[in-house]
């Protein structure tokens, strides 16, 4: 998978993971797509229906989807960070942080791998102890 195409999953997933897609996550992903090309040259509408549409059909499964994929990815620190900010930012976009958001942040952590918490901490605008904070331990495939 594209880092692209990886970035607007991370933030889609993020987005859709406590049930609510808020008005102010997709603002934010659509600010991402635009201001920054962060999502490379796609059509943001579209490609966000087509989410929808997958989130609707398979439910908890696409977010399984996304996690399975994260975890086979080979990736960069700065790869890592880039998934690490989107997700934190999109969580933080609507301006109520759910436990669910936490705990999917938490997992989708557990599969960065080359990065530190020191590095999440210092580098990324928003980040806690909160999201990097062990109390949970799970098999990832089973949490959701």
Request: proline share 0%; glycine share 4%.
């Amino acid at each position: 998978m594209e880092q692209n195409e990886l970035l607007l999953r991370t933030a889609f997933a993020c987005m859709s993971c406590d049930g609510d897609i808020a008005k102010e996550e997709v603002k934010l992903i659509k600010q991402m797509a635009t201001k920054k090309h962060l999502f490379g040259d796609i059509d943001i509408d579209k490609e966000l229906d087509k989410l929808v549409s997958e989130i609707n059909e398979k439910g908890k499964g696409f977010l399984k989807q996304y996690l399975v994929s994260l975890a086979e990815q080979t990736l960069t620190e700065d790869e890592e960070l880039d998934i690490a900010d989107v997700a934190v930012q999109t969580i933080r976009s609507d301006n109520k942080i759910e436990y669910s958001e936490i705990k999917f942040f938490k997992v989708l952590r557990s599969n960065l791998k080359v990065i530190s918490d020191e590095t999440l901490l210092e580098k990324i605008d928003g980040i806690d102890e909160n999201y990097l904070a062990q109390d949970i331990r799970a098999d990832y495939l089973q949490i959701f």
